[in-house]
């Protein structure tokens, strides 16, 4: 998908592109650049995130940015243009955004006169009339007199033409509260523009705290909470209406809820785990096994020379252990083809891990974990879960999971009946490895000992398959030195 386009010689925007396996959305996480800075090919503007994981978007050409299209927390289609640079910034061909408000006052405009300059008509839906890249810059007091006088003029004119008395003509032109300097155009950047739009604000009614007296989207949310009658600012024929307005979002602000929108990977877990609850049949069994010999061996590998510099933890062995029980009964690695009406089974695994970030559940998978040795495979997970907690995982490391592990027992939880992750057969859950009561060699003794769930997909994986590879991960986690007799 083309993901620039050319408004003109000078401007060219940049779409939202498809960052991954046919996803139709992203959300603008975070902006990385203003109006007016100054960016190069191959630097990042922004981070948006999928359905599936969050990605730094790069921007393709040299320029100065002219405009944002979206303000952050935005949710934006695959395909819409995001941000417009001005590749020759300084030229004078430019189109709408090339003129400068002191240059041409705004009445020019509002008389209909044939002769003013076309750059002026377009206008970007949420923005109002298009700006340049140089007024960015803070305004000197001189240049914005002109569009002042114009503004107030013209105010002025149309209060006299309804009868209103001159004084009070002349009273917009005195924001005492508001952004506009001197009665001209409040100053905020296109994002905060949209922001106010959206939330019904008039930017003129905005107190300003930014720089030079621009409007912030702080001072945006400032205006649009609720905020207590004041009697100078509103006539008892006004509060009813005031009231009605105010209302709804004081009740969204309300102390006994909250409301989060449900989006990105939040949305895409919510999605796939009904799709996959009621596709396939879950069938879940459980095994309590003794872990001790794991845990000695874990201790052990912790000092081995070859795995110096990777990290050894009772995980690494349980990957290891469900890798050879799928060795051994390789059925278990397969896919249910609806659409087909086929049991695809899978000749390589590739192993997912199931990570709980700030974002949400995501589910990356090592590659082909079945040819990795012990020490490759402690190195892949290490590499996983630090992707993972950084919010770094990409879309293609999430793809083509075969088998999931997920480890709940770091939350103290004994066990759970785990989901399985869409197009997948089983799902292995960890319980916690705690010190238990438990008869060895004929004698209670204290223990270390988990509880093991295995949930899988009843169309392909009847019970006694099931059955099988789960004993066989119990085995192996009981006597580790399985697995180098079934390896």
């Not at 401007?11 to 800075?37: C, H, N, S, Y």
């Not at 523009?193 to 003129?204: F, H, P």
Request: hydrophobic fraction near 45%; charge should be negative.
């Amino acid at each position: 998908m083309t993901t620039m386009t050319e408004t003109s010689a000078r401007f060219r925007e940049f779409k939202m592109p498809d960052v991954g396996e046919g996803l139709t959305e992203a959300e603008i996480l975070k902006w990385f650049v203003q109006p007016g800075d100054t960016v190069t090919d191959g630097q990042v503007v922004c981070e948006v995130e999928t359905a599936k994981a969050a990605v730094e978007l790069p921007i393709p050409f040299d320029g100065v940015v002219h405009e944002l299209r979206f303000p952050e927390g935005t949710t934006v289609d695959v395909g819409q243009v995001i941000i417009a640079i001005d590749v020759a910034p300084g030229s004078g061909d430019a189109p709408a955004p090339a003129a400068e408000p002191a240059q041409e006052p705004v009445e020019a405009a509002s008389q209909g006169d044939g002769d003013a300059p076309k750059g002026r008509t377009p206008v970007l839906v949420g923005y109002g009339v298009a700006e340049t890249s140089t007024k960015r810059r803070p305004r000197k007091g001189a240049s914005a007199a002109p569009e002042a006088a114009a503004v107030a003029a013209a105010v002025q004119a149309e209060l006299n033409g309804h009868g209103a008395p001159a004084a009070a003509a002349a009273a917009p032109a005195v924001p005492a509260q508001g952004g506009a300097p001197d009665g001209g155009r409040p100053l905020a950047k296109p994002p905060v523009r949209k922001l106010a739009k959206d939330l019904g604000i008039d930017l003129a009614t905005v107190v300003p705290t930014g720089k030079d007296g621009i409007i912030t989207r702080e001072d945006v949310h400032a205006a649009a909470a609720p905020a207590p009658v004041s009697p100078t600012v509103a006539s008892p024929a006004a509060e009813p209406e005031a009231a009605a307005a105010t209302a709804p979002q004081a009740a969204a602000s309300s102390a006994r809820e909250t409301r989060i929108p449900v989006k990105g990977v939040r949305k895409a877990i919510a999605q796939a785990m009904v799709g996959s609850a009621f596709t396939a049949p879950h069938v879940t069994e459980f095994v309590t096994v003794d872990v001790t010999r794991t845990m000695k061996l874990v201790a052990e590998l912790k000092e081995d020379k070859d795995m110096a510099g990777v990290r050894v933890n009772p995980l690494l062995i349980i990957a290891k252990a469900l890798l050879v029980a799928i060795k051994r009964n390789p059925e278990v690695n397969a896919a249910w083809d609806e659409a087909n009406q086929e049991i695809v089974q899978k000749h390589y695994v590739n192993l997912g891990i199931a990570a709980a970030t700030p974002r949400g559940l995501i589910v990356p998978n090592i590659k082909d974990a079945h040819d990795k040795t012990l020490p490759q495979l402690a190195a892949a997970l290490g590499e996983l879960v630090t992707t993972a907690r950084d919010g770094k995982t990409s879309p293609a490391a999430m793809a083509g999971g075969t088998v999931t592990i997920t480890n709940v027992g770091v939350f103290g939880v004994d066990t759970g009946t785990p989901i399985l992750n869409p197009g997948e057969s089983a799902i292995l859950a960890v319980g916690a490895i705690k010190l238990q009561p438990w008869v060895h060699k004929g004698k209670v003794k204290p223990r270390q000992v988990t509880t093991l769930a295995l949930s899988f997909d009843h169309r392909l994986v009847d019970g006694e398959l099931g059955s099988k590879v789960l004993a066989d991960v119990a085995a192996i986690l009981e006597q580790p030195k399985r697995l180098i007799t079934w390896a």
